[in-house]
C-alpha cells in the first residue's frame, strides 16, 4: 500500500479499496492516516526456515552414509589385523564381538543421525528466536517418535533389549522423511496466516501493532515516547521497495552495558581467582509485532511518524507557552479592575479564544479585556481553542487538531465580591453596654472604649 494514498480511497493491503466491504473495516478509524501489512517478500526468511526439516533429513541421509562406511572399514580392518593361523581360535569370539559393535554402532548412527541433529537443531532455532525454525523441527520429530514407537510395539521385541532400540531409531528414521514435508507445509501455512493477520495503524496519537495466529496481541506506541524512527533495508528490500520501522527510545538504541566481576575461592589445599568481563550492546526489536515490519514505502512512512513525533514536542513547547500568555493576561486584567474601586463587577459568560499561533496571541488582544485606563469587564473564566498545525514533515492536507486549555485557577478569573458593611460607632457603643450590663467587660473598659469610638463620630 502507498503511504502517502489519501484515506478515503487507498487501497486495501489484501486488494480492493477502502471504500469498498473487506474484513478490515473495522480496523479503521475516522482518525486513521495509514494502514499497511508486511509485505509477503519481506518473509521470505520466514518461509525459508518453515523447511528446515527437510534439509535435515537431506543431512541425516549424508551423515547416516558416511557413519556407516567407518564402520564397515574399520570392522575389515579388524579382521585384516588377525593372523590367518589364529583363525580357528579367534572366530568365535570376534563373531560375538563383531555383532555387539554392530548393534552399538547402528544405535550410535541412529541416534545421531536423526534424532541428535533434529534435537539440536531444535534448541538452536529456540535461543536464536527463530519460531518457524524450531516449531517445524519439533513437529517433525514429534510426529515421528510416536508412529515410530507404535510401529515397534507391532514386532514384539521386549522394550529392553538392543533389538527393540534399534527398530525405534529406524522406524524413527524412516518416519522423519515424509513427516518432514508435512511439518514443513503446515510451518508454511501457518507463516502465512501470521503474516496476513499483522496490521500497523497510525493516528496523530501513536501507532498501533495488531496480529496473532492463535491469538490476538494489540498495543499502542505513542508518539511522545519514541526518541527516533530507525530503517532497516536488506538486499531485496532496497530493490523491491520494502523494509522495516523500529520506533526506538533515544536513550536506549545503541546503549552499551557492561559486566565486570572479580571472584576468589579456595580451601585448605587449594585456592583459586577468577575475573570476568561481558559487554553488549542493545538494540531494538524486529519482531513483527514489537515494529513495522516488512512494510511497503518505508520511507514515505518513516517522514510521516517523524513529522508527527516533531508535532508533539512542539505542542507541548506551544502549550507551555500559551498558558504563560494567558496567566500574563489574566494577571493584567485583574489588575485593571483592582486599580478602579467601586466599580461594580458582574460576571460574564465565557470568553472563547480562538489562536493558531503564538505571534497571533500576541499581536491579537484576548477578547474580554480592554485597554489600560478603561473599566474593563471581569470574565468569569477563560477558554482558549488552540488549532495545531502540521510542521516539520508531516504530510500535506493533515488535518489539524483542536484542543482546549481549561481556565487557569485562581482569584484572577473570579468575580470580585464587594466588601461586608462596617457598623456605625453607635450601634458598636450600644453592644458595649449590652457586655458591661451582662458583667462580662468593667466599667473602666467601657468607658474607654466609648471615647475612643466618640472620637470616630
Known amino acids: 500500500m502507498t503511504p502517502d494514498t489519501p484515506h478515503d480511497d487507498k487501497p486495501d493491503p489484501e486488494g480492493g479499496t477502502a471504500g469498498t466491504e473487506s474484513r478490515d473495516d473495522y480496523l479503521r478509524r475516522p482518525d486513521d492516516i495509514l494502514i499497511t501489512m508486511p509485505e509477503r517478500m519481506s518473509f521470505w526468511s520466514h518461509y525459508l526456515m518453515a523447511g528446515v526439516p527437510v534439509v535435515l533429513v537431506i543431512l541425516c541421509i549424508g551423515v547416516r552414509i558416511v557413519l556407516e562406511n567407518?564402520?564397515?572399514?574399520?570392522?575389515?580392518?579388524?579382521?585384516?589385523?588377525?593372523?590367518?593361523?589364529?583363525?580357528?581360535?579367534?572366530?568365535?569370539?570376534?563373531?560375538?564381538y563383531t555383532a555387539s559393535l554392530a548393534g552399538a554402532t547402528s544405535i550410535a548412527i541412529?541416534?545421531?543421525?536423526?534424532?541428535?541433529?533434529?534435537?539440536?537443531?531444535?534448541i538452536a532455532g529456540w535461543a536464536l528466536r527463530q519460531t518457524e525454525m524450531w516449531v517445524s523441527t519439533f513437529l517433525c520429530i514429534g510426529v515421528s517418535v510416536p508412529a515410530a514407537l507404535l510401529m515397534t510395539a507391532?514386532?514384539?521385541?521386549?522394550p529392553s533389549s538392543t533389538d527393540y532400540?534399534?527398530?525405534?531409531?529406524?522406524?524413527?528414521?524412516?518416519?522423519?522423511?515424509?513427516?518432514s514435508v508435512i511439518a514443513?507445509?503446515?510451518v508454511l501455512v501457518g507463516t502465512e496466516k501470521y503474516r496476513q493477520s499483522i496490521r500497523y495503524r497510525i493516528t496523530p496519537s501513536g501507532t498501533w501493532i495488531q496480529g496473532g495466529l492463535f491469538g490476538l496481541q494489540e498495543h499502542m506506541i505513542p508518539h511522545n515516547q519514541v526518541g527516533r524512527i530507525v530503517l532497516e533495508q536488506d538486499y531485496f528490500g532496497a530493490r523491491s521497495n520494502y523494509g522495516t520501522l523500529i520506533p526506538v527510545s533515544t536513550?536506549?538504541?545503541g546503549t552499551e552495558t557492561s559486566l565486570r566481576a572479580l571472584g576468589a575461592a579456595g580451601q585448605r589445599d587449594n585456592a583459586g581467582l577468577g575475573i570476568g568481563y561481558a559487554r553488549g550492546r542493545e538494540e531494538g526489536s524486529r519482531d513483527p509485532l514489537d515494529c513495522l515490519y516488512g512494510i511497503s514505502g518505508p520511507r514515505n512512512v518513516q517522514k510521516i511518524l517523524s513529522g508527527l513525533i516533531c508535532r508533539q514536542d512542539e505542542q507541548q513547547d506551544q502549550q507551555v507557552?500559551?498558558?504563560?500568555?494567558?496567566?500574563?493576561?489574566?494577571?493584567?486584567?485583574?489588575?485593571?479592575?483592582?486599580?478602579?474601586?467601586?466599580?461594580?463587577?458582574?460576571?460574564?459568560?465565557?470568553?472563547?479564544?480562538?489562536?493558531?499561533?503564538?505571534?497571533?496571541?500576541?499581536?491579537?488582544?484576548v477578547a474580554g479585556?480592554?485597554?489600560?485606563?478603561?473599566?474593563?469587564?471581569?470574565?468569569?473564566?477563560?477558554?482558549?481553542?488552540?488549532?495545531?498545525i502540521g510542521t516539520c514533515d508531516a504530510p500535506a492536507g493533515e488535518r489539524a487538531i483542536t484542543r482546549e486549555i481549561p481556565p487557569l485557577p485562581g482569584n484572577a478569573n473570579k468575580p470580585a465580591q464587594s466588601p461586608a458593611p462596617q457598623e456605625s460607632p453607635l450601634d458598636q457603643i450600644k453592644k458595649l453596654a449590652g457586655l458591661r450590663d451582662a458583667s462580662i467587660i468593667t466599667e473602666e473598659e467601657f468607658a474607654e472604649k466609648k471615647a475612643d469610638l466618640l472620637r470616630r463620630v
Open 251 to 253: 536513550t536506549r538504541w
Open 369 to 388: 479585556y480592554r485597554p489600560a485606563g478603561s473599566i474593563p469587564p471581569q470574565p468569569a473564566c477563560i477558554v482558549t481553542r488552540i488549532t495545531d
Open 70 to 96: 567407518l564402520f564397515h572399514v574399520s570392522t575389515a580392518s579388524l579382521y585384516s589385523a588377525i593372523p590367518s593361523s589364529l583363525s580357528p581360535y579367534t572366530s568365535g569370539f570376534t563373531s560375538q
Open 154 to 158: 507391532a514386532t514384539g521385541y521386549p
Open 321 to 365: 507557552a500559551y498558558l504563560k500568555k494567558i496567566y500574563e493576561l489574566s494577571v493584567a486584567g485583574a489588575g485593571n479592575a483592582a486599580s478602579m474601586p467601586g466599580v461594580p463587577t458582574t460576571p460574564e459568560q465565557p470568553v472563547v479564544t480562538r489562536i493558531t499561533s503564538l505571534d497571533e496571541l500576541e499581536n491579537k488582544p
Open 165 to 179: 532400540l534399534i527398530r525405534l531409531l529406524q522406524w524413527t528414521a524412516f518416519f522423519v522423511q515424509p513427516f
Open 110 to 122: 541412529l541416534l545421531i543421525a536423526p534424532v541428535g541433529i533434529f534435537l539440536f537443531v531444535i
Open 184 to 186: 514443513a507445509v503446515a
